[in-house]
């Protein structure tokens, strides 16, 4: 039996937590939980309503933990109680996952430290100051870590960790039984590809949110020391 851990949060992005569950759930001998403090309804961050699976308090480990990304993340940054918590299971996990800006929840609970990794473009610059290396790729991974791109880079991690803990065939069963044979209509997913002045559009939109994440990295940074 293999125990996942996700964690469920306010305003949370909704797909980078159910991408990868929907992978998850179907590994041999899985049992998936959606793990917050309490088990209310937790709200995402365009209001759709998550039923959590657990507590903090009844969950004390778990083989693989996962933190999905969002507006939320702003607030986990300096969560105490949320951010013990992932260092009490990352203690004894096999895996220790994000998606998108997830990483930053993991870099402020310093499991970072040292390791490669990757989160949504608009926030890979902040992964410094936890001590974490930026890297290219939808996913990467150093020794347990393993670390997503932003939002759709969920599922495409989720599917790398499942080959690596049951094999290719595994993965590619699971890939295929949730049709996952991804044909965007647009070159438009990465700055890198996109068109320019959609990026600066973006950029300019986010600016806002931006400054507010930027200030609670430096606090979370600061708190860790």
């Given at each position: 039996?293999?125990?996942?851990?996700?964690?469920?949060?306010?305003?949370?992005?909704q797909l980078?937590l159910?991408?990868?569950?929907e992978?998850?759930?179907?590994?041999p001998?899985?049992r998936?939980?959606?793990?917050?403090k309490?088990?209310?309804?937790?709200?995402?961050?365009?209001?759709m309503r998550?039923?959590?699976?657990t507590?903090?308090?009844e969950l004390?480990r778990a083989d693989?933990?996962c933190?999905?990304?969002?507006f939320?993340?702003?607030?986990?940054?300096t969560d105490d109680?949320?951010?013990?918590?992932l260092?009490?299971?990352a203690s004894?996990?096999?895996?220790?996952t994000?998606?998108?800006?997830?990483?930053?929840?993991?870099?402020a609970a310093g499991l970072?430290?040292?390791?490669r990794?990757?989160?949504?473009?608009t926030?890979v610059d902040?992964?410094?100051?936890?001590?974490?290396?930026p890297a290219?790729?939808r996913?990467?991974?150093?020794?347990?870590?393993?670390?997503?791109g932003?939002?759709?880079?969920g599922?495409?991690?989720?599917?790398?960790l499942?080959?690596?803990?049951?094999g290719?065939?595994?993965a590619?069963?699971?890939?295929l039984a949730?049709?996952y044979n991804?044909?965007p209509?647009?070159r438009?997913?990465?700055?890198?590809v996109?068109?320019?002045?959609?990026?600066?559009?973006?950029r300019?939109k986010?600016?806002?949110r931006?400054?507010?994440?930027?200030?609670?990295?430096r606090?979370?940074?600061a708190?860790?020391g």
């Open positions: 039996m293999t125990t996942f851990a996700l964690l469920l949060f306010p305003a949370l992005a980078d159910t991408g990868p569950y992978v998850f759930c179907r590994c001998d899985a998936v939980h959606l793990v917050w309490s088990m209310d309804p937790v709200v995402t961050e365009h209001g998550i039923l959590p699976t507590t903090f308090s004390p693989v933990l933190v999905p990304g969002g939320g993340v702003n607030a986990l940054l109680e949320t951010l013990v918590y260092r009490q299971l004894g996990a096999r895996y220790i994000s998606v998108c800006t997830g990483a930053l929840v993991l870099g970072l430290r040292g390791r990794a990757t989160t949504h473009w926030a902040y992964l410094t100051a936890f001590g974490a290396t290219p790729g996913t990467v991974t150093d020794g347990p870590v393993v670390t997503g932003g939002v759709t880079a599922i495409d991690f989720a599917l790398e499942a080959a690596a803990m049951h290719r065939a595994v590619e069963a699971i890939q949730i049709e991804p044909a209509p647009f438009a997913g990465h700055p890198d996109a068109p320019p002045e959609i990026t600066a559009a973006l300019e986010s600016l806002p931006q400054a507010e994440r930027a200030a609670q990295v606090l979370a940074a708190r860790l």
